[in-house]
């Protein structure tokens, strides 16, 4: 919620990174876009190829890291097929690494 998220930032000096593990758009990440984190990451599979490499690029014209995350059950021909294009990877500053899938608490 950007609502508490504001109010935390205004307690503490920290560097705000947000990680979405679900489809975004432009306008849901606009309030985040207003907390000047360091870094936002999407996940890959959330999206279409295009929608993700236009968020990318919005991600980075505000001045922000931008990440794609991957899940770890994901198999490489289905990540090369959701980004075969080369500008795609020029918009991406991170990759972490999965650990666990999405959802799944031990």
Do not use: C
């Amino acid at each position: 919620n950007p609502v508490w998220l504001k109010q935390i930032k205004k307690v503490y000096s920290i560097d705000q990174d947000f990680h979405f593990m679900a489809y975004m758009t432009e306008e849901m990440l606009e309030p985040y876009f207003s907390l000047e984190p360091v870094g936002i990451t999407i996940h890959l599979e959330a999206g279409k190829k295009k929608e993700n490499l236009e968020i990318l690029q919005q991600i980075k014209e505000k001045g922000i890291r931008a990440g794609i995350a991957i899940s770890p059950e994901s198999e490489w021909e289905e990540i090369q097929s959701k980004s075969r294009n080369t500008s795609f990877y020029l918009e991406i500053d991170r990759v972490p690494p999965p650990g666990i899938e999405p959802g799944l608490a031990v």
